[in-house]
């Protein structure tokens, strides 16, 4: 088969989930035989730089790639994209939609679109009056024409459903790589005390803030024996409000800013760490709730990430989406023993090398794709 990804985002520094996404079922599907090709707004030294290899191809734009108009929009359709079988488009809201609608528009070709939580309440507030914009200018006709959505989970399903009720929505999670997996443990550092973790992208929708209140009612006595890293890049203007809360809280000996990790470094600091905490607002997936269960590390995060498997399985805390939520759950945490706590990474674990391994949930795209093609039986994770 061959499958064409048209991608609004490639590169770590830009967007890491979707970039995390793209790439890996990119990889996966080839791992699987098919013709599986990248295009995206940007340079190829981009491409070049995360080391995609070949069938990866830059699209130039008037202006920044991240914003700028598709250059290819304003030209003639390509002779060679006739050839692909299908079209899998990752995130919404920027020219990536007109130039994908513009595609199927003149050749037929069928499509599923993979909004990665950009259709998410939060997500919705957020630049709102140019996004209803949009909508009504190009991302509608683009979403309601695709022959099916993808959400990561049902929670994002429920929703997409409800926006476009006739249309088919498969749920196919996020995926964990065997390499980031199976990666072998390369901690060197002397640890003086337990370590809590965040790893992400950091912007206000994380609930950063409320975590250091948090931390702050409870008391910062009782973290004495606790650091907490805040791992990951952000914007300079957030950051610098952040730290001014950990200022004025007197909670500067306990956090630390570490700045982005990737590679062989990110999985040092999962390996490093005894608790990972994503205090989110509202989370499409958390592909770092993932990463952490597979380096064995228990995870607290809220109701705002869709991982109920977290108090199912076992592996971790689940807490209301307020502060008092994760209050109760820190509390839970110091009152553990490490016995305790380690199990819940080993059980984390175990689900996530059950059903969370992209080289797993790949074939679903496959499964998704054929169904749409040839009207093969309905995969039973399609609403």
Known sequence: MKILHLSNIIGEKKGGGVHEVVTNIFKY????????????????EEAKSIGLGKNVQALS?????????IKAILKPIQPEIIQYDIIHQHGIWKPISIYSRKIRNQTGIKAVIQPHGYLAPLALNQSRHIKKFAYQ???KNNLTAADALI????????????????KAI????????????NSPSNVDLEKKKKRMLFLSQINP?????????????????NFKNWELLIVGYGDKKHLNYLKEITHKLGLTKFVQFVGPKHGEEKVKMFDSSDLFILPTYTENYGIVVAEALARRIPVLTTEGAPWRELETSGCGFWVKNDEEGIKNGLVKVLDATES??????????????????????????????RWLLDSTLKPKFVI
Not at 170 to 181: K, L, T
């Open 29 to 44: 599907q080839k791992i699987h035989r098919h013709d599986t090709h990248i295009w995206y707004p940007g340079s190829i």
């Open 61 to 69: 734009t008037y202006g920044p790639s991240k914003y700028g108009l």
């Open 137 to 139: 200018l190009y991302e």
């Open 151 to 166: 959400a990561c989970a049902y929670d994002e399903a429920y929703r997409l459903k409800e926006l476009f009720p006739q």
């Open 170 to 181: 498969a749920v196919i999670p996020n995926g964990i790589s065997m390499e980031f997996f």
């Open 205 to 221: 929708l994380k609930g950063l803030e409320r975590l250091f209140h948090v931390i702050d009612s409870i008391g910062i006595d």
């Open 340 to 369: 305790e706590l380690r199990g819940m990474g080993a059980r984390g674990r175990k689900l996530v090398e059950q059903q969370y391994l992209w080289s797993e949930t790949t074939l679903k795209t496959i499964e998704l794709y």
